[in-house]
């Protein structure tokens, strides 16, 4: 029989040998080689340390470490519009032979004609009206196809490059981390659920029960002797500033005890999640690098980051500057 120090060591070394499998680094490896030595990486280290401790005064059980995370702005890139809002633009005009009357009804008439300041200036409340007819009609296996292909084609204009390759690599490095420390990873999107549920596992690793986002209307019914789930186009639920929280209490089920936002629509998840009891932390991108990505915090159309900027040091979050503390940017570039 071996000496307990040296089942003790194997055990070790069998934990850190699992632990390095689970986000693809070798043991001893720096787990978020993206990001430069500064105090957002120094905060997520240490906190990440503090809460998996056994025995530690901020130990935190397995089942309670929860991480949540905004999508546009936070794990992938979000100008110069939503990337969704571009992917209900082009369904309008996919779909714009069998909807006569859209050539005369705003915003699908300046979506048509190319003229997307004026169906803009239409308003959220009518764009989420484009999302819902546009993503309605059809089973959620068909939306998936749907999405699928469309992503196959579209291209960034600024990048030319496939949306899903324009993720944050230092946020994917550290999803991997934190689940390899026992964390469970959720999306909570002002997006459409099913939209970020075609593509969000294979991309981020987040499966589909674990992406908490704006719901439309879903319709259950038998079609030639089969059940299924119809898409309707109504939405039954906004999953943005007030509703994040919400969100959070009726898919989720816990507070989380990390939460990662870059804009106003996240205040609300940003303040629910870091003012429960226990270790907590806060977290805000901050778009600062024009060259690499864009620059915008306070005056912009699309991610406004003001409020939650202007309070993040009286309430503890971190400000990570992108252009100070994230290496790189996005991924590189698929042969």
Known sequence: MLPRRLLCLAALVAVTLVAASLTGQPAGADPLPSWN????????????ARV??????????????????DNDGTLWCEHPVYFE????????????????????????KGILEGDYKAALAAGEKAIFGVIAATHAGMTPTEFDGVVRDWLKVAR??????????????????????????????????GGEAGFMRAWADGVYGIPPEQTVGSRIGLKYELRDGK????RMP?????????????????????????????????????QYTTTGTGPRLGLIVHHTDAEREYAYDRDTHVGKLDKALTE????????????????????????
């Open 37 to 48: 030595d500064g105090p957002a990486k120094k905060a997520l280290l240490d906190f990440v």
């Open 52 to 69: 998996t401790k056994q025995g530690g005064p901020d130990f935190v059980p397995v089942p309670e470490r929860v991480a949540t995370f």
């Open 85 to 108: 809002v571009v992917f209900s633009f082009d369904r309008v005009k996919a779909l714009a032979d069998k909807n006569p009357d859209w050539k005369t009804k705003q915003p699908y």
């Open 156 to 189: 960034h204009p600024r990048f030319k490059r496939p949306y899903t390759d324009l993720v944050y690599q230092p946020q994917l490095e550290l999803l991997a981390y934190l689940r390899a420390n026992g964390f469970k990873t959720f999306i909570v999107s």
């Open 227 to 230: 059940p299924l789930l119809e």
């Open 234 to 270: 109504t939405l039954d639920f906004i999953d943005d500033g007030p509703g994040k929280p919400v969100g959070i209490g009726r898919f989720i089920g816990r507070r989380p005890i990390l939460a990662f936002g870059n804009s106003d629509g996240d205040y609300e998840m940003l």
């Open 312 to 335: 993040a040091p009286k309430a503890g979050w971190v400000v990570v500057d992108m252009k100070k503390e994230w290496k790189t940017i996005f991924p590189p570039e698929k042969p």
